[in-house]
């Protein structure tokens, strides 16, 4: 890979290190330490998702407007200055207000980095975001594996980590990411782009974001109503925590096994979503008859699995998909999408469980994956359509 998106990619890495050092124990903070019910923890994660979209969608515009580098330094910053605000005041409601600020600037950064990797190496294809996601997963991993031991000291411990990593990715960023030109913007389907309108592309967008975002409403209790149920079973902080590490571990490892099999069926992109999908729902069957952290472990490994053939599809079809001089915009969207699916899962994964069991939100889940697949084979409809029609008044000769 060349030297800028390594540089990226260890950007990568140290931000969602330090995110991913509060994100899985914040349900169980609020839960534990500051004393508030499960609906509540999760309607606050839901404001925190919602800042985020916000940000995703501001970080989006930003760079297509002023450049990945100014994109990724306002978020930054903003995210540092919430950072120093929750490592002082940390109770009640200001632990609130520091991470809605801090879902916001967070926001802004992720998909700037997306189309950045993008623009400086549009021949490299999903190898550029397949990067980022080892990057974050790898964070996810090293993370909550220095979470659960830290917090088990001391809470006000975690928030001064979160911040130190936070600096020194802001450092990194002041001294690499300058001289990067996000401008260079490269559709990977110009022929396509060329023969339909940018409407019909976004509207292809919008179709596979509806499963992205499904796909993440389960996905996101793992960080929310699972770990106080994974608790409530007398698994602790430091099992919770490897789970996590599990995951992020396991990404990497597989990858000597996994992207040959992706290359080999690379057009054959809605196989590998589908796929991913079903495998995705199994792992939620298994926590239905879960006790022990073995089996938790288990569904962890079978939805990482899954997770593999997903997550890195989605910006690279939105990086396929975007016109020239949209590539952050439409980075910003999938992103927004998935933060709106980190949104409402723990909100509505904590009313269900509050009001009905666990088991009932299993249930509902994987109903959830099931639908999504829908939108993965038929996402885009849109452009075929554009395409028959752009064919039928400008008919050709075919061999």
């Not at 990797?117 to 990067?131: C, D, L, M, Q």
């Not at 910003?332 to 409402?344: D, F």
Request: hydrophobic share 50%; aromatic share 12%; glycine share 10%.
């Amino acid at each position: 890979m060349p030297k800028k998106v390594w540089l990226l990619v260890i950007g990568a890495f140290i931000n969602i290190t330090g995110s991913s050092l509060i994100w899985p124990l914040n349900t169980i903070y609020m839960h534990d330490h500051l004393g508030q019910s499960l609906s509540v923890a999760g309607f606050v994660l839901m404001m925190n998702a919602g800042a985020t979209v916000l940000g995703n969608l501001v970080g989006g515009y930003l760079f297509d407007k002023f450049g990945g580098y100014k994109s990724i330094m306002l978020g930054i910053s903003i995210t540092v200055i919430s950072l120093i605000g929750i490592t002082i005041w940390h109770g009640w409601p200001h632990y609130v207000y520091f991470l809605i600020v801090m879902g916001f600037g967070s926001g802004i950064v992720i998909p700037a980095m997306f189309a950045l990797v993008g623009s400086v190496w549009p021949e490299g294809g999903r190898k550029g975001f397949n990067a980022i996601y080892l990057a974050q997963n790898l964070g996810v991993a090293v993370g909550p594996a220095l979470a659960g031991p830290i917090a088990e000291v001391s809470f006000d411990y975690l928030f001064i980590s979160n911040l130190g990593l936070y600096i020194l990715f802001l450092l990194i960023a002041v001294i690499t990411y300058r001289h990067m030109d996000p401008k260079i913007e490269k559709g990977n389907d110009e022929e396509v782009i060329e023969n339909n309108p940018s409407k019909a592309n976004f509207y292809s967008l919008l179709i596979l974001c509806s499963a992205f975002l499904l796909a993440w409403v389960g996905y996101s209790q793992w960080a929310s109503t699972l770990s106080t149920h994974i608790q409530q079973l007398g698994i602790g902080l430091k099992e919770y925590s490897l789970l996590w590490t599990i995951n992020g571990l396991l990404i990497i490892t597989l990858q000597p096994l996994i992207s040959p099999l992706v290359q080999k069926y690379e057009k054959q992109i809605k196989a590998q979503l589908v796929v991913g999908m079903l495998i995705m729902m199994f792992s939620f069957t298994i926590i239905l008859f879960a006790e022990s952290f073995k089996m938790f472990a288990v569904a962890m490994m079978i939805l990482t699995l899954g997770e593999i053939f997903v997550w890195p599809a989605v910006p690279t079809i939105a990086n396929m998909l975007a016109p020239k001089g949209k590539g952050g915009t439409y980075q910003g969207v999938v992103n927004s999408i998935g933060s709106i699916g980190r949104m409402i899962g723990p909100f509505i994964g904590g009313i269900i469980v509050d009001q009905y069991n666990m088991n009932a939100l299993i249930v509902v889940l994987c109903g959830l994956f099931i639908v999504a697949i829908i939108p993965c084979i038929l996402y885009d409809s849109p452009i075929k359509r554009k395409i028959g029609k752009y064919n039928n008044h400008n008919p050709v000769n075919e061999k």
